[in-house]
């Protein structure tokens, strides 16, 4: 039976640089009520490694808290959707997120990354104009996308770029 479910906000402030979006958060995540909270996505673990510190060994407010201080965000590209369970191939009658008002409160927003595909195609289509900004595609960090981690990690390291004190 499919189900209607809802991001999360936004986790972002004034320094935002870095925003990263996903596409809806997948049964754990909205279980617990907090971005990637499967143990098995790697996200933190991809994280960890982009702003060279152990996010794993966090409490989820200090991820978050961690994050912002290297100045990036979070959020999804899907404001609502029916689904079932957690694959982005079960998201049906989505409605997106107000990604063009959110970006438009961030002054110094200068890269965009989608975790995986399915925000990377609903994300581009609102933020195509967005010529100011650089778009990211970034293989996902869900379990369920079967890239070695190792690979992963190559291609997330290009996010170090726009993280605060990474050069």
Not at 8 to 36: C, D, K, W
Not at 42 to 50: A, E, N, R, T, Y
Not at 114 to 131: V, Y
């Amino acid at each position: 039976m499919l189900q209607h479910k809802r991001s999360f906000p936004p986790i972002v402030n004034a320094e935002t640089r870095l925003l990263l979006l996903g596409s809806l958060p997948g049964e754990e995540s909205l279980a617990q009520g907090r971005y990637y909270a499967h143990p098995r996505n790697q996200f933190w673990l991809l994280m960890s490694d982009v702003v060279d510190r152990d996010l794993t060994k966090l409490d989820y407010p200090d991820r978050l808290a961690a994050l912002l201080a290297a100045q990036i965000g979070l959020w999804d590209v899907v404001e609502s959707a029916s689904r079932r369970g957690s694959l982005d191939a079960q998201i049906r009658d989505h409605r997106p997120n107000r990604l063009i008002e959110l970006a438009a409160t961030l002054p110094k927003l200068a890269a965009i990354g989608f975790n995986g595909n399915t925000a990377a195609r609903i994300g581009r289509k609102q933020l195509a104009a967005r010529n100011d900004v650089q778009l990211i595609d970034l293989p996902s960090s869900s379990p369920a996308f079967t890239m070695s981690l190792v690979e992963k990690g190559l291609r997330w390291r290009i996010l170090r770029e726009w993280v605060s004190g990474m050069t």
